[in-house]
């Protein structure tokens, strides 16, 4: 069982950036595919990044295209921990955004690749 909690959401001005922090339960943190989605309202989740474990210490990012050269995705395997590096915000970046944990998968970038969620944590772009 992996427990997951978001952090670091608020609100920031257009331009502006934000780091969110995923911090996670468990001891085979660093085999876990570890991804950010969001959802905005009226709106399906979305994947945003995800770091995927490449075997030994090697990991691949891959990042939606909506925020490739935006945003960053890295972890720190040591404190359980993953982090979206926001920069450059959009009003339309305006939503929940998840942590979430898989090994099943292969992309990644669905959300039935992942086995667990955390709450969520808002973040509100002002124009």
């Known amino acids: 069982q992996v427990q997951l909690q978001e952090s670091g959401g608020g609100l920031v001005q257009a331009g502006g950036s934000l780091r969110l922090s995923c911090a996670a339960s468990?001891?085979?943190?660093?085999?876990?595919?570890m991804g950010w989605f969001r959802q905005a309202p009226g709106k399906e989740r979305e994947f945003v990044a995800v770091s995927r474990w490449g075997g030994g210490i090697t990991y691949y990012s891959d990042y939606a295209d909506a925020v490739k050269d935006r945003f960053t995705i890295s972890r720190d395997n040591a404190k359980n921990t993953v982090y979206l590096q926001m920069n450059s915000l959009k009003p339309e970046d305006m939503a929940v955004y998840y942590c979430?944990?898989?090994?099943?998968?292969?992309?990644?970038?669905?959300?039935?690749?992942?086995?667990?969620w955390g709450q969520g944590t808002q973040v509100t772009v002002s124009s």
């Open positions: 979430a944990a898989g090994r099943r998968g292969s992309s990644y970038s669905r959300q039935r690749d992942y086995d667990y």
């Open positions: 468990g001891r085979t943190f660093s085999t876990y595919a």
